[in-house]
C-alpha cells in the first residue's frame, strides 16, 4: 500500500508554496523561488529574501540597510538600519558614516563607525590607520595606551584591547567568554567581581563596569562623561571627591583614585602593587595593619577591610 502525502506537503509540492518548517528545513516561498534550488536555513533572528538574481539568502531584518524591516527595504545612503529601522543617527559612541557620492550605485550604504578605536575610521569615517598601527581615542598611534594590551586578529588588524574586561580577549588576546559569560578581571564568569556591575551594549556582549569611577559608565550602564570631566563617586565632575586625586593615563582619559587603597594607583597614579600585594595606607604590603583583615573576591584584587 502506498504512502499519501499529506495535503499540506501535496499542496506545497503542486504550487511552490510554503510551509516554514518541514523536515527540519526551511522550504520556498510562494513564487519566491524555484523547487530545485532548496531555500537556506537561516539562523534564528534572520529571514530568507531573495536577491536579483533570482536566488534567495539570510538576511538580518533589524540591521540590514538593504533588507531593513522587510525584503527590499533598503535604506537611503544617509541612513543606516537599526532595530528594523531606517535611521539618521547611530548609538552615543558611534559615528554615522556615508557612502561617498561618487562610490557608485552598487556601493554598501551608510554605516555606524566608532571613530574612537576603529582602525578603518580612525578620528573620522574613512581614515585608515597602517598596517603596524592601531586606533587610540581617534588617533593612530603604534602602541597601546597604558592598560590595554597590543593584540591582532588571524591576518587582521592590530588592536588595543583591555585584558581584564574584553569579552573577545579576556585574559589574553583571542580568548573568548561564552554567551553567557562576562569577562571579570581577566577570568571568564556568570558575574562580575566585587564593586562592579554587570553592563550591556547595543548589540553587544554584556561587559563589567565600576559605575563609581568609570567615565564611560558614570552612574549608570552607558552613561558617558564629557571630557574633561571624570566620574567621581559615579557623577560626571570637574575634580575628585575628597579622599581622592586625579589621575591620568598616558594618552587616555582623566579617573580619580584613592592613594591609601587603590591597588593599581598606590601612593601615587600608576604606581600598581605586585601580584599578591594590597595597598594599605598608600604602601604596598603583604598583609594588611592591625585591625584589618585581608579579603578579596572572586577573581578580583585583594584588599584590606575593617570588620
Same mark, same amino acid.
Given at each position: 500500500?502506498?504512502?499519501?502525502?499529506?495535503?499540506?506537503?501535496?499542496?506545497?509540492?503542486?504550487?511552490?508554496?510554503?510551509?516554514?518548517?518541514?523536515?527540519?528545513?526551511?522550504? +520556498?516561498?510562494?513564487?519566491?523561488?524555484?523547487? &530545485?534550488?532548496?531555500?537556506?536555513?537561516?539562523?534564528?533572528?534572520?529571514?530568507?529574501?531573495?536577491?536579483?538574481?533570482?536566488?534567495?539568502?539570510?538576511?538580518? %531584518?533589524?540591521?540590514?540597510?538593504?533588507?531593513?524591516?522587510?525584503?527590499?527595504?533598503?535604506?537611503?545612503?544617509?541612513?543606516?538600519?537599526?532595530?528594523?529601522?531606517?535611521?539618521?543617527?547611530?548609538?552615543?559612541?558611534?559615528?554615522?558614516?556615508?557612502?561617498?557620492? &561618487?562610490?557608485? +550605485?552598487?556601493?554598501?550604504?551608510?554605516?555606524?563607525?566608532?571613530?574612537?578605536? #576603529?582602525?578603518?575610521?580612525?578620528?573620522? $569615517?574613512?581614515?585608515?590607520?597602517?598596517?603596524?598601527?592601531?586606533?587610540?581615542?581617534?588617533?593612530?598611534?603604534?602602541?597601546?595606551?597604558?592598560?590595554?594590551?597590543?593584540?591582532?586578529? #588571524?591576518?587582521?588588524?592590530?588592536?588595543?584591547?583591555? %585584558?581584564?574586561?574584553?569579552?573577545?580577549?579576556?585574559?589574553?588576546?583571542?580568548?573568548? $567568554?561564552?554567551?553567557?559569560?562576562?569577562?571579570?578581571?581577566?577570568? $571568564?564568569?556568570?558575574?562580575?567581581?566585587?564593586?562592579?556591575? %554587570?553592563?550591556?551594549?547595543?548589540?553587544?556582549?554584556?561587559?563589567? *563596569?565600576?559605575?563609581?569611577?568609570?567615565?564611560?559608565?558614570?552612574?549608570?550602564?552607558?552613561?558617558?562623561?564629557?571630557? +574633561?570631566?571624570?566620574?567621581?563617586?559615579?557623577?560626571?565632575?570637574?575634580?575628585?571627591?575628597?579622599?581622592?586625586?586625579?589621575?591620568?593615563?598616558?594618552?587616555? &582619559?582623566?579617573?580619580? *583614585?584613592?592613594?591609601?587603597? &587603590?591597588?593599581?594607583?598606590?601612593?601615587?597614579?600608576?604606581?600598581?602593587?605586585?601580584?599578591?600585594?594590597?595597598?594599605?595606607?598608600?604602601?604596598?604590603?603583604?598583609?594588611?595593619?592591625?585591625?584589618?583583615?585581608?579579603?578579596?573576591?572572586?577573581?578580583?584584587?585583594?584588599? $584590606?577591610?575593617?570588620?
Amino acid at each position: 500500500m502506498r504512502a499519501k502525502l499529506p495535503r499540506w506537503l501535496f499542496a506545497w509540492f503542486s504550487r511552490g508554496c510554503i510551509s516554514l518548517v518541514a523536515l527540519g528545513r526551511l522550504l +520556498p516561498a510562494c513564487g519566491a523561488t524555484e523547487l &530545485d534550488v532548496p531555500a537556506p536555513l537561516c539562523v534564528l533572528g534572520s529571514a530568507v529574501c531573495e536577491k536579483d538574481s533570482g536566488r534567495s539568502s539570510c538576511v538580518d %531584518l533589524q540591521n540590514d540597510n538593504v533588507n531593513c524591516g522587510s525584503c527590499g527595504a533598503s535604506c537611503t545612503q544617509d541612513s543606516v538600519c537599526r532595530g528594523g529601522q531606517c535611521v539618521s543617527s547611530c548609538g552615543g559612541a558611534e559615528t554615522l558614516c556615508t557612502t561617498p557620492p &561618487d562610490a557608485g +550605485p552598487d556601493a554598501n550604504t551608510a554605516y555606524c563607525a566608532r571613530t574612537a578605536s #576603529d582602525n578603518k575610521n580612525c578620528g573620522g $569615517c574613512g581614515v585608515e590607520c597602517g598596517a603596524q598601527e592601531v586606533c587610540i581615542k581617534g588617533a593612530c598611534a603604534s602602541s597601546c595606551i597604558h592598560g590595554q594590551s597590543l593584540c591582532s586578529s #588571524d591576518g587582521g588588524a592590530a588592536y588595543c584591547a583591555i %585584558l581584564s574586561s574584553d569579552n573577545a580577549n579576556c585574559g589574553g588576546c583571542g580568548h573568548t $567568554c561564552g554567551a553567557a559569560q562576562v569577562c571579570s578581571s581577566g577570568t $571568564c564568569s556568570s558575574e562580575c567581581a566585587a564593586g562592579q556591575s %554587570l553592563c550591556a551594549q547595543d548589540g553587544g556582549g554584556p561587559y563589567c *563596569a565600576s559605575l563609581s569611577s568609570d567615565n564611560a559608565n558614570c552612574g549608570s550602564c552607558g552613561h558617558t562623561c564629557d571630557a +574633561p570631566q571624570v566620574c567621581s563617586g559615579g557623577s560626571c565632575a570637574s575634580e575628585c571627591a575628597v579622599g581622592q586625586s586625579l589621575c591620568v593615563q598616558d594618552g587616555g &582619559d582623566p579617573y580619580c *583614585a584613592d592613594f591609601q587603597t &587603590d591597588n593599581g594607583n598606590c601612593g601615587s597614579c600608576g604606581n600598581l602593587c605586585g601580584s599578591g600585594r594590597v595597598c594599605s595606607m598608600g604602601v604596598c604590603l603583604s598583609g594588611c595593619p592591625g585591625g584589618q583583615i585581608r579579603c578579596a573576591g572572586d577573581g578580583s584584587a585583594p584588599y $584590606c577591610a575593617t570588620v
